[in-house]
T-cell receptor, first 114, second 115 residues
Framework: AQKVTQAQTEISVVEKEDVTLDCVYETRDTTYYLFWYKQPPSGELVFLIRRNSFDEQNEISGRYSWNFQKSTSSFNFTITASQVVDSAVYFCALTGDSSYKLIFGSGTRLLVRP | EAGVAQSPRYKIIEKRQSVAFWCNPISGHATLYWYQQILGQGPKLLIQFQNNGVVDDSQLPKDRFSAERLKGVDSTLKIQPAKLEDSAVYLC?????????????FGPGTRLLVL
């Protein structure tokens, strides 16, 4: 069975600090896809990134970066120089070739204080 | 390009009443999903449509929940009768063809409170 664990329930940082959100996954699939979504207070889930299991290159997009490590089954998300607008709940999710169902973690609530 | 549209945004009902939610996916997306998100949890898939056919409804409580996607575009999700534990955000999402490699795009959700 597929599973996503986000052990950090809530993180609070001061603006401009760097913060890393952890994501650990379990799957027996050879081919799988990992996602990060942001859910601001408005409620909509905003897609941030998709990574397939064959691409372990780290990715950077502006202040966002992602570290995918198959050896530890982790797909961590780092925000550099956090801003108040980054305050939201962040979800890590997984799907694979044995099931098209998108499995979400329980989310990490990030609060960035001015 | 317009995103996934949902209405209403908020709904408050008494238990045992019925309620319906509407979703309009991104134009051209064949696959439509309904998720339930209980406070403090990640979204959980209720039902997946491919065009107007059901692909997966294994997590849909069929004694009280129903969904349809007539003409393969818009969809409605209905709860009848509602229970207190149905209080949640109901999210609609869509993707091009429903494969595991695709990104699902979500609407703003409908927040349901059952009193």
């Amino acid at each position: 069975a597929q599973k996503v664990t986000q052990a950090q329930t809530e993180i609070s940082v001061v603006e401009k600090e760097d913060v890393t959100l952890d994501c650990v996954y379990e799957t027996r699939d050879t081919t799988y896809y990992l996602f990060w979504y942001k859910q601001p207070p408005s409620g909509e889930l905003v897609f941030l990134i998709r990574r397939n299991s064959f691409d372990e290159q780290n990715e950077i997009s502006g202040r966002y970066s992602w570290n995918f490590q198959k050896s530890t089954s982790s797909f961590n998300f780092t925000i550099t120089a956090s801003q108040v607008v980054d305050s939201a709940v962040y979800f890590c999710a997984l799907t694979g070739d044995s099931s098209y169902k998108l499995i979400f973690g329980s989310g990490t609530r990030l609060l960035v204080r001015p | 390009e317009a995103g996934v549209a949902q209405s209403p945004r908020y709904k408050i009902i008494e238990k045992r009443q019925s309620v319906a939610f509407w979703c309009n996916p991104i134009s051209g997306h064949a696959t439509l999903y309904w998720y339930q998100q209980i406070l403090g949890q990640g979204p959980k898939l209720l039902i997946q449509f491919q065009n107007n056919g059901v692909v997966d409804d294994s997590q849909l409580p069929k004694d009280r929940f129903s969904a349809e996607r007539l003409k393969g575009v818009d969809s409605t999700l209905k709860i009848q009768p509602a229970k207190l534990e149905d209080s949640a955000v109901y999210l609609c999402a869509s993707s091009l063809a429903g494969t595991e490699r695709e990104t699902q795009y979500f609407g703003p959700g409908t927040r349901l409170l059952v009193l």
